[in-house]
């Protein structure tokens, strides 16, 4: 195979390669497996935030409690001291003021440890319905995997067939002609290449004239159309 016709048959390759993979992704399986990924990535974040959000929780509900054990302890003293001393009305008034202070304090930690226990155990509950709702996305994006692969086989086997073509076609192309190919073929949408059928280029369809066309065969069988700029060979096919 000559070097232009490497490059025509690469290009009808991607072509043919790039209508098998708008098939492959507008399968239905394809489709839903998209969107099950993106409610996994959405579902992910959300469980990030709601187990920073427990931890939180476990740590507020935690200290909570080290605060109440601290103010009971604080009454049993200021109750035992009271208790082993005979104390004037003074100290007594300043005793009972004290644990007024800490009953206080008591029961302001114990209503700030409903709330707080409220909201940890919400959270517990939604971490776990988050990870139940992972669990159930994984296997449904099992099962349409597997569906997928099942329905997709013969056409994942021609994309292997052609890729294995491309390949050859590659080996056929310098680099620089290549090089040129694929910066066409990004600029042009795939339609990198273009042959002549007599003195017309099959993409852009501008007939020559007999001055440029009589130019352009007696160059190189690899060059560029005057009108359009694609890569044209020179010959017909």
Known sequence: MSESEALVRLQATDIELMRLHHTLDDMP???????????ARKLQSQLTQIVGQRK?????????QRKHEETLAKIQTVQAEAAQRQASFR??????????ALAKQQEKLEHAYIEKAETLDKLTRAEKNARELG???AAEAKA??????????????????????????????????LERYEQASER????????????????????????DFGKLKRGPEITE????????VTREF
């Open 56 to 64: 939180d929780a476990e740590m507020d509900v935690a200290e909570n």
């Open 144 to 177: 349409t995997q597997e569906s997928f692969e099942k329905d997709s086989a013969d056409l994942r086997a021609e994309v292997r067939k052609l890729e294995a073509e491309r390949k050859q076609c590659e080996a056929e192309v310098t680099v620089e002609v």
């Open 225 to 232: 159309c005057p009108y359009c700029h694609r890569i044209l």
């Open 29 to 39: 399986q394809a489709q839903k497996l998209a969107t099950i990924a993106k409610a």
């Open 135 to 137: 669990t159930k996305l």
């Open 91 to 100: 100290e007594a008034r300043d005793v009972e003021a004290h644990l007024t």
């Open 188 to 211: 042009f949408g795939g339609l990198a290449v273009e042959y002549l059928v007599g003195n017309v280029p099959t993409v852009c369809r501008v007939k020559l004239p007999p001055a």
